[in-house]
């Protein structure tokens, strides 16, 4: 593993994230937990974004949303990887997670992608400038639930390729709504979660449940809870 250099100054960052409000909530959280430790550099709204910042930017740590439109947090990890750039401290950025979703496949696939790290949205300032400045220096940071799905994955024992296939029906959004509802969230709760209306997660709702052929929120919870998706 290529030593990591433990950044001079502020860590630097790039925020990626679909809602605009929501990075603008990270960022002030950021610069008030850490004012003095991280120096976000930019912000971007998908794929396209990220790479162009990234590129612009050489953040040492990019905070990435898993679901991205323009192919999701992976794919701008694909892309650089296939056209590499070097952060300030002189080695290629590296990626924390930061998403609503603590689904396995999920975290599996942004971990094998090539992120050090995934935490969710409930995290705190203070520990998400911890988690931040820890991936800087090479460390890999994950709550003791997320680690866990990470070991078990190498290890064999949740086959996350079957569960990729049930869930290639629902969009990325569809596929945050279908958690947060099976989780129990009231509509007016996934809308506040997500940054959207009560009407378009009545929407992304009926969709979920016509592409799983279920007719109620209780089929959808007994189908997430098999799947291991809450």
Known sequence: ?????????????????????FRRGVRAELESAGASEIDVRAEAADV??????????????????????????????????????????????????????????????TIRGGARGYVTKTITGPELVQAIQRVATGDAVFSPRLAGFVLDAFAGTIEVSAVDEDLDRLTEREREVMRLIARGYAYKEVAKELFISIKTVETHMSNVLRKLQLSSRHELTRWASDR???
């Open 1 to 21: 593993m290529t030593d990591a250099p433990t950044p001079v100054g502020p860590v630097t960052i790039v925020i990626v994230d679909d809602h605009g409000m």
């Open 228 to 230: 291991r998706l809450l």
């Open 48 to 109: 396209d974004e990220a790479v162009a910042a990234i590129a612009e930017h050489h953040p040492d740590v990019v905070l990435l949303d898993v679901h991205l439109p323009g192919g999701g947090g992976v794919e701008v990890m694909r892309r650089l990887a296939t056209s590499p750039t070097m952060s300030t401290s002189g080695v290629p950025p590296r990626f924390l997670a930061l998403s609503v979703s603590d689904a396995a496949e999920d975290v599996i696939g």
